[in-house]
């Protein structure tokens, strides 16, 4: 069996420059064994989807701390179907209220991981995400 090395995007969309989280994440998803890609304060949220086509990603997060979850995480889905990578699946962390946390998931997001989320949870969540995702692209 050929095992290749998960690969995730992270992203910061939009005005939201609280960075420490992501960068944190993405240290322990290197630790890991994941290649992780980081788009860096601001990206676009058009940009997301040809980066994660270009770069062959297995999954996106997006990490949100400015309250604009509810906007972003959907629109960025859509921009996915319309780019056709609508099999990335997408992860969301920061600051979700729990009263959000249905209706993220409700429009497609894989999983919300909140403040005091362990970096080991996320990291086998991501694990056994690919792994679906793999499995149902490749076999069914």
Known sequence: MNKQRVRVLL????IDVH????????LNLRESGMEVIYTGLRTPIDAIPKIAVEED?????????????????PLLIQKLKEYGA???????GGIIPHK???????????D?????????????FI??????????SSYG
């Open 11 to 14: 992203a910061k969309i939009g």
């Open 19 to 26: 960075d420490v989280g992501i960068k944190n994440l993405a």
């Open 57 to 73: 990603v297995n999954v996106i997060g997006v990490s949100f701390l400015q309250g604009a979850h509810l906007a972003l995480a």
């Open 112 to 124: 919300i991981f909140l403040p005091g989320s362990r970096f080991d949870e996320i990291v086998a």
């Open 86 to 92: 609508n099999d990335i699946p997408v992860i969301v």
């Open 100 to 110: 959000d946390v249905h209706k993220l998931k409700g429009e497609g997001v894989a």
């Open 127 to 136: 694990q056994t995400l690919v792994t679906k995702t793999t499995t149902k």
